[in-house]
């Protein structure tokens, strides 16, 4: 008697390939931070040793969850 392996590997795959989208579902899920600036960086041009030079960078949040800055640090 000679038995089909093909449906056994077909349920086999779905089944894996189901529980290969069950985290990418659960993460896409859970609310993230999105910091969103209108510039990256600022070019000051040339600036004589001593001299302080300001400017502000506007970041605002548009995900769903806290945005946390840390760590920033001038080039």
Same mark, same amino acid.
């Given at each position: 008697m000679?038995?089909?392996? &093909? +449906?056994i *590997? @077909?349920?086999?795959?779905?089944? @894996?390939? *189901?529980?290969?989208? *069950?985290?990418? @579902?659960?993460? %896409? ?5 999105? %910091?969103?600036?209108?510039? =990256?960086?600022?070019? #000051?041009?040339?600036?004589? =040793? ?5 400017? =502000? #960078? ?6 769903? %969850? +806290?945005?946390? *800055?840390?760590?920033? &640090?001038?080039?």
């Open positions: 000679k038995v089909s392996l &093909r +449906p *590997i @077909v349920k086999i795959s779905v089944i @894996v390939m *189901i529980l290969g989208i *069950i985290p990418v @579902v659960a993460v %896409a899920a859970q609310p993230s931070p999105k %910091a969103v600036a209108a510039a =990256e960086s600022y070019d #000051f041009g040339t600036v004589l =040793e001593g001299n302080d030079v300001i400017h =502000e #960078f506007v970041v605002k949040n548009t995900g769903d %969850a +806290p945005l946390d *800055i840390q760590n920033v &640090r001038t080039g």
